[in-house]
């Protein structure tokens, strides 16, 4: 029976979860480490490039996002106008950003 790409995801998961990979590694050595696993090159393949296009999105989300979202509930919307909470949005900003808001 063939590993599935899952099948390799839940092994690297299980195996670096927990100790970060060592500095310096490299697809291809770690390509190697799966297939002498007994993993078969072409899943390996498609799970590394799923983990490099996670992390490639995870980059781009942080860039984008710039930080966190607030959702308001019903109720908090109902309570709280716009600037109240803009003045929240504002509270949540590291103190260098808000600082440069404030001088433009």
């Not at 296009?53 to 930080?67: C, I, K, N, P, T």
Request: glycine share 6%.
């Amino acid at each position: 029976m063939e590993n599935s790409v899952f099948d390799i995801l839940v092994y690297v998961f299980d195996r670096y979860l927990f100790e970060e990979l060592p500095p310096g590694t490299e697809r291809e050595s770690l390509a190697r480490d799966l297939e002498s696993a007994g993993f078969g090159e072409d899943n390996v393949e498609r799970a590394l490039d799923w983990l490099a296009d996670l992390a490639a999105q995870r980059e781009r989300a942080q860039l984008r996002s710039g930080g966190s979202f607030r959702a308001y509930a019903t109720r908090e919307l109902a309570r709280l106008d716009a600037p109240c909470r803009g003045l929240l949005a504002s509270l949540r900003r590291p103190a260098s950003s808000r600082r440069a808001s404030a001088r433009s």
